[in-house]
């Protein structure tokens, strides 16, 4: 297992004499013919988890991914924080803990998710227009699209996105 954007290499495992690993998830001796090493520790294969889903990661691709203390699959890293783990409107990244919002596959801070035009926040509840890559309130939608030229591509309600697992 690799750390994405981690550099530290795993130590050199004897192979002379037998040299015991600790397992970061159970503590136990790893006796097994593979080790992973991810977040400078050893783990054993049924231990490294995803800790959302908690899907064996040895058993479903070659890396994982950490972020505030938390290992992850990329499908659960991707849901929680987007491709970058940044926001879509500001570029700064979003801690762990934080509630984000999202439209179009795309995650933002609470404060930034807002009306292109009239920048008021959308909050859970509010309906919301993605068009081209902005938001648009109820009340800002583009003419066009009230005509109905043009289709919009999220008018669903708002919900809340938790970083809770």
């Not at 495992?13 to 998830?25: E, I, N, P």
Request: charged share 15%; proline share 5%; net charge positive.
């Amino acid at each position: 297992m690799v750390n994405p954007g981690g550099n530290s290499q795993p130590p050199a495992v004897g192979t002379g004499s037998l040299s015991w690993k600790r397992c970061a998830g159970c503590g136990g001796k790893i006796a097994d013919r593979f080790l992973l090493y991810t977040m400078d520790s050893y783990w054993h294969s049924r231990c490294l988890k995803c800790s959302c889903c908690q899907a064996q990661l040895g058993e479903i691709g070659t890396s994982c991914y950490t972020k505030s203390g938390m290992i992850l699959c990329r499908n659960d890293y991707i849901r929680l924080f987007g491709n970058s783990g940044a926001c879509s409107a500001c570029g700064q990244s979003i801690p762990a803990s934080e509630l984000v919002m999202r439209a179009q596959g795309n995650v933002y801070h609470l404060k930034c998710f807002t009306c292109s035009t009239c920048r008021n926040r959308l909050v859970p509840g509010d309906r919301f227009h993605y068009i081209n890559g902005s938001l648009f309130c109820e009340q800002d939608r583009p003419t066009a699209l009230i005509n109905g030229h043009l289709s919009s591509l999220q008018t669903n309600p708002l919900m809340p996105d938790q970083k809770v697992c």
